[in-house]
């Protein structure tokens, strides 16, 4: 069931501007949007700045009759909002922050890099340890994006990142963002991309089935493009999980529900089972 | 539902049902009771979820409960489901289709004390809209104390439109492909509000497309009727015996009524499998013409087993 919700993972996070940052989070509900991820775009050097998520529960009336009061509801339940960061590297000597030792990367739950020039996409596919590469497609890129790059990339668990707000703006955007999209479409095959919208108002945001619409432009099917948004944003979040939130990379205890409870049977016979090992043990000695 | 009239007016079939939003277990409406007094007659659908994205459900007036699920929801659910036809990629659907009304599916057998385990422990609280009709009208239900219920009347909401550019309609009027798809597109922009494209003398702003009608118009006076909820089919068979009337004794030149369905129902038109990957529309909509004539046009997702 996860796999098939739908994620924008960039939404721009700005600490100074938390009306707009509502806004769109808000907007994202309204539109049908099952998580987003909030994104502190940072240059160069790391720096601490903690994101604050939207309390979907403190809402005035007007906020509430925008979105509708079930969405509302069900939101309140199940809409996920995640720390992302995505630092902009223009030097090789940026690259050190984005050790995993570095204990402000564990933060966040995403994290992204847009590389200046060619040898930093590179560096980034097939040494730094990130979730997603992200590149600006509005404008003409530098450089060609080369299959075997980017399969190294792919190899290693790395996503490619497609946003589409900035391009709503003029036509020179638009032809760049197909342009490019579809270069990285043709590297890639398809797969292993995700599309946000990168949004900084409401109003540059789109619902998930236009966003589905919108891929079908950059030569992806219909299927492909419905697993931009889902399925592959889906294993982004968890490889985020994976190299931040486990212990060891193999485990990651979590709360069953109340409807799960029913798994819980199994786990008391094991006991009870090592229980009696232990006793029969005993007696032996 | 959405009724269009050419004229200003505000005669119309007033609504008399009522339909309930309920929150509870699923588990709860299986009751033997409850089945005695309401299985037959009783529709209901599940709200909140999405069929490509979770689950489905829904309850048929015949006594049916049909469940959509996906992989997962099938696995951990342990009843036991046809592959559904749709997607045809992927992972799959599972379909699990019971009788409610069947003599076997009581307490004490095999099948019933199955499903109610199974929906106990391992189906959470479902939100579902629900009415029962029994010979053309619906009738008050009384849920069970698990569930929590709000009552609701459908409610009309009127709207009257002023220099609209109306669609003229004449006996020399072709009626073809062409004059049907512009007349649907039409409908659809009252719908949905889009004045530029219906009142041609409103500032046309250059953020919309210009898109502009192509059919013959006339400038006029209209009034739509709006129903949202669930919707039993005698009252839209009520609203469309009403309009036919007011055509053919010539209060008014020609009305359309469109119904739209819900994107996320298990079932279409006879029982037919429905699903929802990029579309899923399920609507109908008729224009009734003079001399008893009528138009019905049917949109049809493209993953449903009846197109």
Redesign the interface.
């Known amino acids: 069931e996860k796999a098939r919700m739908f994620y924008d993972l960039n939404l721009p996070y700005e600490p100074n501007d938390l009306a707009s940052v509502k806004e769109r989070v808000m907007m994202a509900v309204k539109l049908g949007y099952d998580g987003v991820a909030l994104n502190h775009v940072q240059h160069g050097k790391l720096t601490d700045v903690p994101i604050n998520t939207v309390d979907l529960t403190q809402l005035s009336s007007e906020e509430v009759n925008f979105v509708s009061h079930s969405r509302i509801e069900q939101a309140n339940r199940k809409f996920k909002q995640l720390r992302r960061l995505t630092l902009h590297i223009d030097a090789p000597n940026q690259c050190h922050s984005m050790h995993p030792s570095n204990p402000l990367l564990s933060k966040y739950d995403i994290i992204a890099v847009v590389p200046g020039d060619e040898s930093l996409l590179h560096q980034a596919c097939e040494k730094m340890q990130v979730d997603l590469i992200s590149l600006d497609f509005s404008k003409k890129l530098p450089f060609r994006l080369r299959t075997k790059t980017i399969g190294a990339a792919i190899e290693n668990g790395v996503k490619f990142e497609i946003c589409y707000s900035a391009s709503l703006k003029d036509p020179s955007s638009r032809r760049n963002l197909i342009n490019n999209a579809m270069g990285l479409v043709n590297a890639t095959k398809g797969k292993n991309i995700i599309i946000s919208s990168g949004a900084y108002t409401a109003m540059e945001l789109r619902g998930p089935y236009d966003v589905i619409n919108l891929g079908t432009l950059f030569n992806l099917d219909c299927g492909a493009s419905k697993n931009c948004i889902s399925s592959f944003a889906n294993s982004v979040i968890l490889h985020g999980e994976a190299a931040r939130r486990t212990e060891k990379s193999i485990y990651k205890a979590e709360w069953i529900r109340d409807v799960e409870e029913w798994k819980m049977e199994d786990v008391s016979t094991v006991e009870e089972g090592q229980d009696k090992k232990r006793k029969r043990g005993s007696k032996q000695k | 539902m959405h009724v269009f009239v050419p004229e200003d007016t505000t005669e119309h079939c007033p609504p008399s049902d009522t339909f309930y939003l309920i929150k509870g277990p699923l588990v709860a409406l299986l009751g033997p009771d409850f089945l005695s007094k309401y299985a037959k007659g009783l529709s209901a659908i599940l709200?909140?979820s999405h069929i490509?994205?979770?689950i489905a459900l829904c309850f048929l007036p015949t006594g049916k409960l049909i469940l959509s699920l996906?992989k997962?929801?099938y696995e951990t659910l342990g009843l036991s489901a046809a592959k559904a036809k749709y997607p045809t990629?992927?992972e799959g659907r599972w379909t699990v289709n019971l009788d409610l009304t069947a003599k076997s599916f009581v307490p004490g057998r095999n099948l019933y004390d199955r499903v109610v385990s199974c929906l106990e422990?391992?189906?959470?609280d479902v939100?579902l809209l629900v009415f029962s009709e029994t010979n053309d009208t619906t009738k008050r239900i009384e849920f069970p104390d698990e569930i929590t219920a709000k009552e609701y009347t459908l409610q009309t909401l009127s709207e009257v439109w002023e220099d609209l550019s109306i669609p003229r309609l004449s006996a020399e009027t072709t009626i073809d492909d062409e004059f049907l798809t512009e007349m649907n597109n039409w409908i659809g922009a009252l719908h949905n509000n889009i004045t530029d494209y219906l009142i041609p003398n409103k500032a046309q702003d250059l953020f919309a497309s210009s898109f502009l009608p192509v059919l013959e118009t006339e400038t006029g006076t209209g009034t739509s009727f709006t129903w949202k909820g669930i919707i039993p089919p005698s009252f839209v068979l009520k609203q469309l015996n009403f309009l036919r009337q007011q055509v053919d004794s010539g209060a008014l030149p020609w009305a359309s009524l469109t119904v739209w369905g819900f994107e996320d129902t298990p079932i279409s038109w006879r029982e037919c499998q429905h699903f929802h990957?990029?579309?899923g529309e399920n609507d109908y909509s008729f224009l009734i013409l003079p001399g008893d004539n009528y138009v019905m046009s049917l949109t049809v997702g493209p993953e449903d087993e009846f197109s």
């Open positions: 709200v909140g490509d994205r979770g996906d997962d929801s990629k992927g422990e391992r189906f959470g939100e990957s990029i579309s």
